[in-house]
């Protein structure tokens, strides 16, 4: 079965990506635990990370080192959190989060909406970060 992320990744769903590649993408939480949130995920559609092959676990790895050093330049944040959970969705994925303190890696503590305009300004300043850390072929417009 299809999953929400392999339709986002198609262009069926809107998402604001940040990142893609020809093994993954990166794109903003609908339900951010905080400005910023963004999951890394692979383009192959496997459900468990221990299941990933290691070359893209490794390579979600480092585009996720790469979003999270973009993410500290753009919102300054105390911390850049690493989440892989993996019950949200059946899609292997890393959330890669601005945080200030342990309690901003609590789901209990997502966002349920937030403004469109909102998510396109965060998208566009972490778009900006990646650009300025010389990342400009993988940054969608």
């Known amino acids: 079965m299809t999953t929400i992320f392999t ?11 940040v990142w893609r590649d020809d093994r993954c993408v990166a794109f903003l939480s609908i339900n951010p635990l905080h400005d910023g949130h ?11 990370w221990i ?7 490794e390579h979600l790895m480092h585009v996720s080192h790469l979003i999270g050093r973009a993410q ?24 890669v989060i601005p ?6 890696l609590d789901f209990a503590n997502a966002a349920a909406t937030v ?13 900006a970060s990646l650009r300025e850390h010389g990342h400009d072929e993988f940054v969608p417009t």
């Open 7 to 17: 339709r986002i990744i198609a262009g069926e769903l809107p998402g604001r990506f």
């Open 51 to 57: 299941d990933l092959p290691p070359a893209t676990a």
């Open 115 to 127: 403004d469109p305009a909102e998510l396109d300004r965060v998208a566009d300043e972490l778009r």
């Open 72 to 95: 500290q330049s753009a919102f300054e944040p105390s911390r850049i959190g690493l989440i892989i959970a993996g019950f949200e969705v059946p899609h292997a994925h890393v959330h």
């Open 38 to 48: 963004t999951l890394v995920v692979p383009i192959a559609e496997i459900d468990h």
């Open 99 to 104: 945080i200030g303190n342990m309690a901003d």
